[in-house]
Structure formats: structure tokens, C-alpha cells
């Protein structure tokens, strides 16, 4: 695709765009697997929060 | 009969776990596909435009950007608002993890903007209206996410932070209205009733609706990560709690 003399303007704007919404996206979902590990890991030893009843595998991460 | 508001029924942080846990692959898969439309019609059915030529393009991803960035800083406001006023349960949740996001596409119009500006005005930067406004939107985003970082206490930090993002409000309008209220080099705003021609303004709507689906997907997965902190932060509280408990009780029937 030729975009022209132009084009290195172009290519880095979409380059640096979906490099950063990569970033964010795989962080959140590493975060999310990470958080529920912990909760379950948690819930495993016993430890509930004081207001807590029992919550599906659907309602974590 | 039930009288509960939708707002009511989304207070309970776990029914918003459960909605937003069957919400968010549809969300996801609306938002790939949406993109993946709107970058087709970017890269192959948009014509260059007559006078930008090629470079036009970095407006399909530029103006979405941009429209986040102060979506998003509304959102936050709104949020707060529900926090201070109506104490709901998950303003605070949804205000904390929609800041780094609208950080994030702040930072996005900044550089799109700049590498647009470079071929079209022959600078990246001019300290213009429009692009100082913005650029004092995401040192307010900065300032928001460092505010509630600097306090222990997650109650007084929800608190402070969303006066600040109230107060900051005002950026808005300055930022809508500097193209018209200054002499500025960036051009006002075409609208959608413009004279843009259809061939430019249909991906740029596509790729506008893919970066707001995009950032709603992410922005509840942020707010169930934070749902999950905060749940994980009060087990490790009230096993803190018990330990303590028990070791006093010990402590005093051995004595």
C-alpha cells in the first residue's frame, strides 16, 4: 500500500495507537487472571470477607 | 412489585459482576469486529483527501482518540458525582479504573495529533488553544491517578479525587469551545452535519463506534479487576483481623 511521502506520519500514528491499546487490553487480562488467583487461593485457605456468601466462578475476574 | 432503578440493581457490586461477566465477550467481539470494518474502510475505501492527501487518514484514529479522551473525563465527573452525592457503591469503582483509560487515549490524540500536525501545519507542537487544553486534560488525568495513589486510606482518597476530577470539569468546555473562542491553528470542529464527504466521514464514524465500544469493553474489565481488588484487600483485612482476634484471645487465656 503506498500512502505516499507521507507515509512514516501515518504508519507510526496507527503503530503507536494499537501498540498502546495492546498493552492495556493483555494487561487487563493478566491482571484479571492474576486478582483471581489470588481470590482463590484465598477462598481456598478458608479466609472470607465479613460480608461475604458464596459467589459463582463467573462472578471473579 | 419491583421498584428498583437499573442504577439500584447495578449497586450490588455482585450482580454487576454477573452482568458484566455475560456482557463482556459480547462487547469484545462487537468491538473487534467493528474495528476491523472501520480499519478496512480507513486503509481501502476511504480516498486521500484533496487536500491532506494520504494523511488524512491519521484522522480516523486521531478524532476517535480525541472524543475518548473527553468522554471519558466526563464519565469520571459523573462518577464522582454519584460518589459524593448518592454514595453509590460503584461510582468510585468506575471513576478509578476509567482514569488510566482516558489517560491512555488522551495521550493517543496528543501523539496522533502532533504526527498529523508534522506534514500538515510543518511542526508536531504549537502551544495553540486547542492542543494546550488537551495536553492540560491528561496532566489532570496524571493528577487523578497520583492523587488517589498518595492516600492509605481508600475512602478519603475516593473522596479527594473525585473533587478534583469535579473541579476539572471546567477543562471541557475549553477544550470544545478554544477552536472557536481563540485564534488556533487547529481547524474547529466539522461535526456530523458536515460537508465532509460521506467516503471520509462513514469510516470515520465506524472507527469512532469501534473505539467507544472498545473502551466500554475495557472499562468493564478494568472495574471488575478493581471489584476484585477491593474483595481480595477486605479477605486479607478480616484474616488480619482474625489472626489479631485470636492471638489476643490466646494471649489472655494463658495468662
Known amino acids: 500500500m503506498d500512502l505516499g511521502p507521507h507515509a512514516f506520519y501515518i504508519w507510526t500514528s496507527y503503530g503507536v495507537v494499537f501498540a498502546l491499546l495492546v498493552v492495556i487490553i493483555f494487561w487487563l487480562i493478566?491482571?484479571?487472571h492474576r486478582l483471581a488467583r489470588i481470590y482463590k487461593d484465598l477462598e481456598e485457605r478458608g479466609v472470607t470477607r465479613r460480608s461475604s456468601k458464596a459467589s459463582s466462578p463467573k462472578d471473579r475476574g | 412489585m419491583n421498584t428498583q432503578s437499573i442504577t439500584q440493581k447495578l449497586a450490588n457490586p455482585t450482580r454487576f459482576m454477573s452482568l458484566s461477566g455475560a456482557i463482556l465477550p459480547w462487547l469484545s467481539v462487537l468491538a473487534a469486529l467493528v474495528l476491523t470494518y472501520g480499519l478496512y474502510l480507513s486503509f481501502f475505501e476511504s480516498p486521500p483527501d484533496y487536500q491532506q492527501g494520504e494523511t488524512v487518514r491519521i484522522m480516523f484514529i486521531h478524532v476517535p482518540s480525541a472524543w475518548l479522551a473527553t468522554m471519558v473525563y466526563a464519565l469520571i465527573a459523573i462518577s464522582s458525582f454519584g460518589l459524593l452525592v448518592f454514595r453509590h457503591p460503584l461510582a468510585d469503582v468506575s471513576a478509578k479504573a476509567a482514569a488510566p483509560?482516558?489517560?491512555?487515549?488522551?495521550?493517543?490524540a496528543l501523539v496522533t495529533g502532533s504526527m498529523w500536525g508534522k506534514p500538515m501545519w510543518g511542526t508536531y507542537w504549537v502551544w495553540?488553544?486547542?492542543?494546550?487544553?488537551?495536553?492540560?486534560?491528561?496532566?489532570?488525568?496524571?493528577?487523578?491517578?497520583?492523587?488517589?495513589?498518595s492516600f492509605e486510606d481508600?475512602?478519603?482518597?475516593?473522596?479527594?479525587?473525585?473533587?478534583?476530577?469535579?473541579?476539572?470539569?471546567?477543562?471541557?468546555p475549553v477544550i470544545k469551545f478554544s477552536v472557536e473562542w481563540w485564534n488556533t491553528l487547529h481547524q474547529p470542529s466539522t461535526g456530523l452535519t458536515s460537508s465532509v464527504h460521506l467516503d471520509i466521514r462513514i469510516p470515520l464514524l465506524v472507527m469512532a463506534l469501534a473505539f467507544t465500544l472498545m473502551f466500554f469493553a475495557m472499562h468493564l474489565k478494568a472495574m471488575r479487576n478493581e471489584i476484585m481488588r477491593r474483595r481480595i484487600k477486605a479477605m486479607q483485612r478480616a484474616r488480619v483481623d482474625r489472626v489479631g482476634a485470636s492471638s489476643v484471645a490466646s494471649a489472655e487465656s494463658s495468662s
Do not use: C
Open chain 1, 30 to 32: 493478566y491482571d484479571g
Open chain 2, 101 to 108: 483509560l482516558g489517560a491512555a487515549f488522551t495521550f493517543l
Open chain 2, 128 to 149: 495553540d488553544a486547542r492542543l494546550t487544553s488537551v495536553l492540560i486534560l491528561f496532566f489532570l488525568y496524571l493528577g487523578l491517578i497520583a492523587l488517589r495513589s
Open chain 2, 154 to 172: 481508600e475512602t478519603l482518597a475516593a473522596k479527594l479525587t473525585a473533587i478534583l476530577a469535579l473541579v476539572g470539569v471546567a477543562i471541557l
